[in-house]
Every structure is written in structure tokens, then in C-alpha cells.
């Protein structure tokens, strides 16, 4: 009998550990799924024209990552890339899984992949190349 409870009680130990990492990760998944819903709503409301400081309070908050350029009149170019489509591959975040927001001289001018490369070819800056 001690045995059995000996072995029960391994087992539940070493699957409590387990049980807890996987709610870590559905957790983290719920959690961004909730906030690229939440961005791709808040992108419906930003026009172009709209200054840098009004858009990040509309999108309710900091991109997932930000750059900067310098465009070929001195131009400061910043993309902000918000989380809007996860794919959740393996926790990993890629630039598919987000929607960048193009502003310059800290007025927003559009977004998404396609406007990009209309800014980089209008304001002669090289965008860092999309990852897949």
C-alpha cells in the first residue's frame, strides 16, 4: 500500500509541475489573441493625419515593436508593428502575426505591409525586410 501512494504521489507531482505550464502557455495565448483583437478594432478608428501621441492612445497603448528611418529629406520615419493576427507558432511572434502603422514626422500616414513599401519607395529609406 505504501508503495502505491508512494508512486500516486510522484505521479501527481510530476504532472501538477506540467498542468500549470500548459495553463501558462493558454494564458499567454488567450492573452494575445485578446490584444490583437483588441488593436484590430482600434486600427479601424486611426486616420491618416492623426499625430504619433493620438494613435498610441487609440491603439490604447505601446507597439510590439517600434523602428525608426531617416528618410531622404531628413524625414523621421517610425513603424510601430501591433500584434493583429497571431499565429501563435510556438509562443514565437513574427512579422506576419502584426500590422505596422507608418508615421512620419510623427504624423500618421497608413498602415500595413503594402503602404510600407509605398513609404520606403516614396521617403527612399530601406525598411527591415518582413520576416515569414
Known amino acids: 500500500m505504501r508503495k502505491v501512494l508512494t508512486v500516486a504521489l510522484l505521479a501527481a507531482i510530476g504532472v501538477l509541475p506540467l498542468g500549470g505550464c500548459s495553463q501558462g502557455i493558454l494564458d499567454t495565448k488567450w492573452g494575445i489573441e485578446e490584444t490583437a483583437r483588441k488593436n484590430s ?78 513609404a520606403s519607395r516614396k521617403y527612399e529609406f530601406v525598411a527591415k525586410a518582413r520576416s515569414r
Open 41 to 118: 478594432a482600434a486600427m479601424q478608428r486611426i486616420q491618416p493625419g492623426m499625430a504619433l501621441n493620438e494613435v498610441v492612445r487609440t491603439m490604447d497603448g505601446e507597439p510590439y515593436l517600434a523602428e525608426s528611418y531617416k528618410g531622404k529629406n531628413g524625414e523621421r520615419i517610425l513603424v510601430y508593428k501591433y500584434i493583429t493576427n497571431p499565429a501563435f507558432d510556438l509562443g514565437a511572434i513574427k512579422d506576419d502575426d502584426l500590422t505596422p502603422c507608418i508615421f512620419v514626422n510623427d504624423v500618421f500616414e497608413g498602415l500595413g505591409w503594402a503602404y510600407l513599401e509605398t
